[in-house]
């Protein structure tokens, strides 16, 4: 006897007797996916640029990419946002970042409706939708979507991945995270990395580990469930952490610089076919030094750079492989319809002369190349942030000009590859059809003969504001539907339309050519009026593919009409204000969950708190309080925020209290007692008194007084001649009780978990302070 079935809320079609003899059953139908229809695969890469893969024209292999893109097609006109959160917000809800409220990344949200940082429910995710239709939805790797004061254990968790659609979800919720000390999420909660360093842990590898359980998990149980995997590992975002034997497989490579690889890359892309005959190679950047002027120094520091990033891409195209095998391995890869996608152009984060800590960038720290030096053999290396030069970025997007961050084709035009056998005839070409993030949803909803979502749990659906290209998969020519679309970033805009482009660069076309540094500008009124009066440049990219022929002056008419239009979308995507600062955006208020905070308690054995929504200590007067039960010598961190790219931690060693301020990742600054820290119970505290104001601009923060007290007694004081200026750490929380991830200083190894009792520490930031004024006349006297 067969079940019978009928949907839920349609009338019950059994009998309803008074016994089971009299009666007959039916059940409500479950949620079951179309016959045969295709899984869903994104695979989002970070910070990789339009000539750094191998089926693009680079000399670094990726070899399973390159295979995708050999059976399936590449896109030579895709186009992102030029930055990670605004770029994922697209690919995730078919809409524009603006209208998402991400016109930057979280961290950089402001208290307007297009730039706020929350994704507006009417604007459902392609997981809300594709789960309504019986798929499994799984999300693992770099998220980067939420508000970020609202990725704590306080949550909310409705704008996790959980709450968006996903059903699974491991991976980060921040920017970038340590590849060895990752700061994890396994569905709503923190979990430690199963493995450390020493052990050959890389995050990589975990989350292709992840991504294969999860649909080996779901498949075991339903072989028929199609699945929707959105796998955004991270990877080549900052640090550039990858096993030093990926890294010597490209040594000496690229010792002959930056130009020499973009003269090559160009060449092949044009082999290729991938971009158009003609095509001309970009002016050299001003911000760039020619690579024949460097020193035998720079030269050898920057080539190794770029040789532990090739490592890095291929190693992480190795465990896409293994996700590739593992699907293929279930007869499943030619029905999984697999879309490849970098959420922006490569990465001018290192500066112009690369970094080893990246933290360094966001606090507007110089680099020292005789410090970078010192670390040439350990790059890749868990005790290393490390990021390359302006140059590699510059060669990465060619042909190309600029880089992430700008609306420059460099910027935001990105690989795209599509594979999917079962629903594409066409093997191996290219596709030249303009598209843009916001299409890939409209995409796949069109090649699964899936209609928009009408609601969503209740809430009625903003129209989808992107466009389909699935009629471009078996027809190379293809009528081009996407025919307009902006660009802004950090007061950075451009427009595309009808085969034209114009761009409005701020500071400028380059910084050099600028006089200014990313994020110096400021846009007034009057300089506003003055960019649109005299700022942007036209080009006529149907026939200049790679922006190199300014066009203004010749078509004014053009251009005039080409910035109207511009205001026109930017009206109708929530674009305005225009703020083109830059790093200063991280230090704004937002709205936190307990308003006018200014002690904060925490506990030991607890979830990382993220540097978010921890205590802000920068810049300003404060203590940490720890109530604690020393016995036997217990020693231990008490209280420690960040890790070794920058923070401070509050910790009992050898008997001694002791603070340390990392100054990001270059300096370390301590206070130790005098006394020893006395058996039973305690109260151990640090005092932070400033001392002159900050200098954001120079990467200072603000110099001060250190003291440690014992029981409300001085027993130890130091001066912090300069301190973190805006950002503590990247990817490291505050933790109570022990010190997580990296470690914050060289004085002990992590997780140097206290061994006492720890009730709990309190941080005070309202300013009030011990006043002991017989211990200050003391250390008076030892002055003198």
Same mark, same amino acid.
């Given at each position: 006897?067969?079940?019978?079935?009928?949907?839920?809320?349609?009338?019950?079609?059994?009998?309803?007797?008074?016994?089971?003899?009299?009666?007959?059953?039916?059940?409500?139908?479950?949620?079951?996916?179309?016959?045969?229809?295709?899984?869903?695969?994104?695979?989002?890469?970070?910070?990789?640029?339009?000539?750094?893969?191998?089926?693009?024209?680079?000399?670094?292999?990726?070899?399973?990419?390159?295979?995708?893109?050999?059976?399936?097609?590449?896109?030579?006109?895709?186009?992102?946002?030029?930055?990670?959160?605004?770029?994922?917000?697209?690919?995730?809800?078919?809409?524009?970042?603006?209208?998402?409220?991400?016109?930057?990344?979280?961290?950089?949200?402001?208290?307007?409706?297009?730039?706020?940082?929350?994704?507006?429910?009417?604007?459902?995710?392609?997981?809300?939708?594709?789960?309504?239709?019986?798929?499994?939805?799984?999300?693992?790797?770099?998220?980067?979507?939420?508000?970020?004061?609202?990725?704590?254990?306080?949550? %909310?968790?409705?704008?996790?991945?959980?709450? &968006?659609?996903? !059903?699974?979800?491991? /991976? =980060? @919720?921040?920017?970038?995270? +340590?590849?060895?000390?990752?700061?994890?999420?396994?569905?709503?909660?923190?979990?430690?990395?199963?493995?450390?360093?020493?052990?050959?842990?890389?995050?990589?590898?975990?989350?292709?580990?992840?991504?294969?359980?999860?649909?080996?998990?779901?498949?075991?149980?339903?072989?028929?469930?199609?699945?929707?995997?959105?796998?955004?590992?991270?990877?080549?975002?900052?640090?550039?952490?990858?096993?030093?034997?990926?890294?010597?497989?490209?040594?000496?490579?690229?010792?002959?610089?930056?130009?020499?690889?973009?003269?090559?890359?160009?060449?092949?892309?044009?082999?290729?076919?991938?971009?158009?005959?003609?095509?001309?190679?970009?002016?050299?950047?001003?911000?760039?030094?020619?690579?024949?002027?460097?020193? %035998?120094?720079?030269?050898?520091?920057?080539? &190794?750079?770029? !040789?532990?990033?090739? /490592? =890095? @891409?291929?190693?992480?195209? +190795?465990?896409?492989?293994?996700?590739?095998?593992?699907?293929?391995?279930?007869?499943?890869?030619?029905?999984?319809?697999?879309?490849?996608?970098?959420?922006?152009?490569?990465?001018?984060?290192?500066?112009?002369?690369?970094?080893?800590?990246?933290?360094?960038?966001?606090?507007?720290?110089?680099?020292?190349?005789?410090?970078?030096?010192?670390?040439?053999?350990?790059?890749?290396?868990?005790?290393?942030?490390?990021?390359?030069?302006?140059?590699?970025?510059?060669?990465?997007?060619?042909?190309?000009?600029?880089?992430?961050?700008?609306?420059?084709?460099?910027?935001?035009?990105?690989?795209?590859?599509?594979?999917?056998?079962?629903?594409?005839?066409?093997?191996?070409?290219?596709?030249?059809?303009?598209?843009?993030?916001?299409?890939?949803?409209?995409?796949?909803?069109?090649?699964?003969?899936?209609?928009?979502?009408?609601?969503?749990?209740?809430?009625?659906?903003?129209?989808?504001?992107?466009?389909?290209?699935?009629?471009?998969?078996?027809?190379?020519?293809?009528?081009?539907?996407?025919?307009?679309?902006?660009?802004?970033?950090?007061?950075?805009?451009?427009?595309?339309?009808?085969?034209?482009?114009?761009?409005?660069?701020?500071?400028?076309?380059?910084?050099?050519?600028?006089?200014?540094?990313?994020?110096?500008?400021?846009?007034?009124?009057?300089?506003?009026?003055?960019?649109?009066?005299?700022?942007?440049?036209?080009?006529?990219?149907?026939?200049?593919?790679?922006?190199?022929?300014?066009?203004?002056?010749?078509?004014?008419?053009?251009?005039?009409?080409?910035?109207?239009?511009?205001?026109?979308?930017?009206?109708?995507?929530?674009?305005?204000?225009?703020?083109?600062?830059?790093?200063?955006?991280?230090?704004?208020?937002?709205?936190?969950?307990?308003?006018?905070?200014?002690?904060?308690?925490?506990?030991?054995?607890?979830?990382?708190?993220?540097?978010?929504?921890?205590?802000?200590?920068?810049?300003?007067?404060?203590?940490?309080?720890?109530?604690?039960?020393?016995?036997?010598?217990?020693?231990?961190?008490?209280?420690?925020?960040?890790?070794?790219?920058?923070?401070?931690?509050?910790?009992?060693?050898?008997?001694?209290?002791?603070?340390?301020?990392?100054?990001?990742?270059?300096?370390?600054?301590?206070?130790?007692?005098?006394?020893?820290?006395?058996?039973?119970?305690?109260?151990?505290?640090?005092?932070?008194?400033?001392?002159?104001?900050?200098?954001?601009?120079?990467?200072?923060?603000?110099?001060?007084?250190?003291?440690?007290?014992?029981?409300?007694?001085?027993?130890?004081?130091?001066?912090?001649?300069?301190?973190?200026?805006?950002?503590?750490?990247?990817?490291?929380?505050?933790?109570?009780?022990?010190?997580?991830?990296?470690?914050?200083?060289?004085?002990?190894?992590?997780?140097?978990?206290?061994?006492?009792?720890?009730?709990?520490?309190?941080?005070?930031?309202?300013?009030?302070?011990?006043?002991?004024?017989?211990?200050?006349?003391?250390?008076?006297?030892?002055?003198?």
């Amino acid at each position: 006897m067969s079940l019978k079935e009928y949907k839920p809320g349609t009338t019950f079609p059994g009998v309803v007797g008074r016994t089971p003899e009299t009666s007959s059953p039916a059940w409500p139908e479950p949620l079951r996916a179309k016959p045969g229809a295709p899984n869903v695969l994104f695979i989002v890469l970070d910070d990789t640029g339009y000539g750094q893969l191998g089926c693009y024209g680079s000399p670094i292999r990726t070899p399973n990419l390159d295979r995708l893109a050999a059976n399936g097609l590449r896109y030579s006109n895709m186009h992102t946002t030029a930055l990670c959160s605004p770029t994922r917000s697209c690919l995730l809800t078919g809409r524009n970042h603006h209208s998402n409220g991400m016109a930057c990344i979280t961290e950089g949200s402001m208290g307007y409706p297009g730039a706020n940082g929350i994704i507006p429910f009417e604007n459902g995710f392609l997981s809300e939708i594709l789960q309504r239709q019986g798929y499994n939805t799984f999300a693992v790797g770099k998220w980067h979507l939420t508000p970020a004061e609202q990725i704590s254990a306080a949550g %909310p968790y409705d704008r996790w991945p959980l709450g &968006r659609g996903f !059903e699974r979800y491991y /991976g =980060f @919720l921040g920017g970038d995270t +340590h590849q060895y000390y990752p700061d994890l999420v396994h569905d709503n909660h923190a979990v430690e990395p199963p493995k450390t360093p020493e052990e050959g842990y890389h995050l990589t590898e975990d989350l292709a580990d992840q991504a294969i359980r999860f649909i080996g998990d779901a498949k075991q149980a339903a072989p028929d469930k199609p699945f929707f995997l959105y796998f955004a590992s991270g990877a080549m975002h900052a640090p550039h952490h990858v096993p030093k034997e990926w890294a010597d497989r490209y040594r000496g490579q690229f010792d002959d610089g930056w130009e020499a690889y973009r003269h090559k890359v160009h060449q092949k892309q044009l082999d290729m076919g991938l971009i158009p005959p003609g095509t001309e190679l970009s002016r050299h950047d001003p911000d760039v030094a020619r690579w024949d002027s460097l020193t %035998p120094d720079e030269k050898k520091l920057y080539a &190794r750079m770029m !040789e532990v990033f090739a /490592g =890095f @891409l291929e190693h992480t195209d +190795h465990h896409i492989g293994r996700l590739l095998d593992f699907i293929e391995s279930l007869g499943e890869l030619d029905n999984t319809l697999v879309m490849v996608i970098s959420d922006n152009g490569a990465s001018a984060e290192g500066g112009p002369t690369g970094s080893v800590n990246e933290n360094k960038f966001f606090n507007n720290v110089p680099e020292s190349l005789e410090a970078n030096l010192k670390a040439l053999d350990d790059l890749g290396g868990p005790k290393y942030f490390n990021h390359y030069p302006w140059g590699w970025t510059w060669a990465g997007n060619t042909p190309f000009k600029r880089w992430k961050r700008e609306t420059y084709r460099g910027g935001v035009s990105d690989p795209f590859i599509v594979h999917w056998p079962k629903g594409i005839r066409a093997k191996g070409e290219i596709r030249p059809q303009y598209a843009h993030a916001i299409d890939l949803l409209p995409t796949v909803l069109d090649a699964l003969q899936i209609e928009p979502a009408a609601e969503i749990r209740g809430v009625a659906q903003s129209p989808i504001e992107g466009v389909s290209f699935a009629h471009t998969f078996n027809e190379g020519k293809a009528e081009n539907r996407h025919v307009t679309q902006y660009f802004e970033m950090f007061g950075h805009r451009s427009i595309y339309h009808d085969g034209w482009r114009a761009v409005c660069p701020v500071p400028g076309p380059s910084f050099a050519e600028s006089g200014m540094s990313f994020g110096q500008m400021e846009i007034t009124e009057e300089k506003l009026r003055e960019l649109d009066a005299h700022g942007w440049e036209l080009y006529h990219v149907a026939e200049d593919f790679s922006e190199t022929r300014n066009l203004a002056d010749q078509h004014r008419d053009k251009l005039i009409e080409m910035i109207a239009m511009w205001y026109v979308e930017a009206g109708k995507y929530k674009v305005l204000p225009l703020d083109s600062r830059g790093t200063q955006r991280f230090a704004e208020e937002r709205p936190q969950l307990t308003r006018g905070r200014q002690r904060y308690i925490y506990y030991p054995d607890t979830s990382p708190v993220p540097d978010n929504v921890a205590v802000k200590v920068l810049n300003r007067p404060h203590s940490i309080s720890a109530e604690v039960e020393i016995h036997d010598g217990a020693e231990g961190v008490l209280l420690a925020h960040g890790g070794s790219t920058g923070g401070y931690s509050f910790f009992v060693k050898d008997k001694k209290l002791c603070y340390v301020h990392n100054y990001v990742g270059t300096e370390e600054f301590a206070v130790e007692s005098d006394a020893e820290v006395p058996q039973g119970k305690a109260e151990l505290r640090f005092e932070f008194e400033p001392t002159g104001r900050p200098d954001l601009a120079q990467g200072k923060g603000a110099p001060g007084r250190g003291q440690l007290y014992i029981d409300g007694k001085l027993v130890g004081q130091a001066e912090l001649p300069v301190t973190v200026p805006l950002l503590i750490s990247l990817g490291e929380g505050l933790t109570c009780g022990h010190d997580a991830a990296s470690p914050v200083t060289s004085r002990y190894e992590v997780p140097f978990a206290f061994s006492g009792k720890l009730n709990r520490v309190t941080v005070d930031v309202s300013g009030e302070l011990i006043e002991d004024k017989e211990a200050e006349l003391r250390a008076i006297i030892t002055r003198q």
